[in-house]
């Protein structure tokens, strides 16, 4: 089979897929589905908690910066095929890991104490791609919970980088761009020119004042018409 034919063979599953999701009523992404979504949200919120519990050294705790609901836009942003098989691991460790590890039922419906002991067994387990997927997934959670940036506050970033930030989609840069710094260094030129051309319009000497005329008011009545004035009152 050469490229041509790959790629259209791939073309009709695709379009295959897609009629039958049409057919079927099936939202185009699995965390949509009416009955999965609740489940991922669920899940996503226990994982969020276990890992960022509330009383921490940062007062906020996953449920508190929505890193469920940070999640579920993610899920809408990326290629589908990625999309899904995330939703895919999240449902994995809400009703696979815990029968698989002997910790529970599901992880949402476990106590924290149970989803800590899941956590570690899965850190320390001799199965290569179960430790990789764990680590992977708290990595994750760990950029869910810095994109808020009252977590960033708690840390003292701003501290240390001043900039304007949305709340729910940080742009975090330990430097500005080349772009940035021509742009700073033009504005700062245009502002010193313009501060040098005002300073040279104004008199800049007590002499430059003197050598100014003064101002002769026309109207005005000469000195020796203002003497009569005053000799005939």
Known sequence: ?????????????????????????????????????????????????????PGGAIPYSGTDVEIAQYVIDYLHKVPRQEGELFTLVILLYEYVLPKMMAKG????????????????????????????????????????????ERVLDELGFFKRYAYEADKRNLNIRFWPLR??????????????????????????TEKDIAAEPAAVDVDAPAPTELGAVAQES
Do not use: C
Request: hydrophobic share 40%; glycine share 4%.
């Open 179 to 204: 772009e940035e710094v021509v742009e700073a260094k033009d504005v700062e030129t245009n502002t010193s020119t313009e501060v040098e051309e005002a300073v040279a319009e104004e008199p800049s």
């Open 105 to 148: 039922w599901t992880f949402s419906s476990m106590p924290e104490s149970k989803r800590i002991e899941l956590l570690e067994a899965l850190h320390e387990t001799p199965i290569f791609p179960l430790r990789f997927l764990n680590i992977s997934l708290r990595m994750f959670l760990s950029f869910a919970y810095l994109s808020d």
């Open 1 to 53: 089979m050469n490229q041509q034919q790959g790629e259209r063979l791939r073309r009709w599953i695709n379009q295959a897929h897609d009629g039958t999701r049409r057919l079927l009523g099936i939202p185009k992404r699995l965390v949509d589905h009416p009955v999965l979504r609740p489940r991922v949200q669920r899940t996503l919120a226990a994982l969020g908690d276990t890992v960022f519990p």
